[in-house]
């Protein structure tokens, strides 16, 4: 098992004082998103020197991108920066990169269009990715109305399609009335995304839902060992300082560990 955390939760940091809270906190690596600003602003290569002994995975960006909009030029913009990071990954020796499906840009139902779209930005992307020898992961998305892939029949639909992996966010599949269903595409699980849910849905702790525990202990009795984020969304947890991340993170990482062998 590799215990890697979401970039995300040190968002407003360099990349060299991530890498501290890598090493500070007792994880394996991380797993890097591009937005970062403090990369994404010139995506300098030399900014990413501080994680080569770690052993990281991406996430594709996301923010402020879809790759089912309505405005074809978005979804082209949403490829391009995903076989950038596909790319980037191949570059830094990174595993898996984890995509998002996207959404309907109106807040309805998926139609057969946005299915299209997935499609061709799945098929591009997965045809990049064998070239870069690099795994790509579809992740099932969150409980929304216009989301694309909240299912594990929707997952599986597309994992095979493509031939990619799957990354299993736990907090996403109980929100979406639970994670059993996802168990059966257990053999193509590639990174598993661990938190637990505030009133609002965000990312806290995952040791503070019960819920969590038994997925782990099931992912364990399964003999699970890839990769899994600790993913946490500062905003649902309160202001705290980096010390105070780093305190959060090692703690984390210590209820997750003690289900795995390492």
């Known amino acids: 098992m590799r215990l890697l955390f979401s970039s995300m939760f040190l968002y407003e940091y360099s990349t060299d004082i991530i890498a501290k809270a890598v090493r500070l906190a007792e994880y394996d690596g991380v797993?890097?998103?591009?937005?970062?600003?403090y990369f994404w602003v010139d995506r300098a290569m030399d900014k990413l020197e501080c994680f080569k002994d770690f052993d990281n995975a991406i996430h594709a960006p996301v923010l402020d991108l879809n790759p089912v909009s309505v405005n074809q030029d978005l979804c082209d913009l949403t490829l391009k920066e995903t076989l950038y990071s596909i790319a980037l990954a191949a570059k830094i020796?990174?595993?898996?990169?984890?995509?998002?499906?996207g959404k309907r840009s109106a807040a309805r139902e998926p139609v057969w269009a946005d299915y299209l779209s997935l499609n061709r930005y799945l098929r591009i992307s997965s045809r990049f990715a064998k070239i870069k020898g690099v795994t790509v992961g579809l992740e099932n998305s969150?409980?929304?109305?216009?989301?694309?892939?909240?299912?594990?029949?929707?997952?599986?639909?597309?994992?095979?399609?493509?031939?990619?992996?799957?990354?299993?966010?736990?907090?996403h599949a109980m929100l979406n009335g639970g994670v059993e269903?996802?168990?059966?595409?257990?053999?193509?699980?590639?990174?598993?995304?661990?938190?637990?849910?505030?009133?609002?849905?965000r990312h806290i702790q995952p040791s503070k839902g019960r819920e969590v525990e038994n997925v782990l202990k099931e992912l364990s009795e399964l003999e699970y060992d890839g990769p899994i984020t600790v993913e946490l969304d500062d905003?649902?947890?309160?202001?705290?300082?980096?010390?105070?991340?780093?305190?959060?993170?090692?703690k984390e990482g210590r209820f997750v560990e003690k289900f795995f062998k390492r």
């Open 31 to 37: 797993e890097f998103w591009p937005e970062t600003p």
């Open 93 to 101: 020796g990174a595993q898996p990169v984890t995509v998002h499906a």
């Open 181 to 201: 269903e996802f168990f059966e595409l257990f053999s193509k699980i590639c990174n598993v995304h661990v938190s637990y849910y505030d009133e609002k849905g």
């Open 142 to 171: 969150e409980n929304r109305i216009n989301n694309l892939c909240k299912t594990a029949e929707e997952i599986k639909e597309f994992v095979e399609a493509h031939d990619i992996m799957f990354t299993f966010d736990i907090k």
């Open 235 to 250: 905003l649902g947890i309160g202001n705290m300082d980096f010390a105070k991340k780093v305190e959060i993170l090692k």
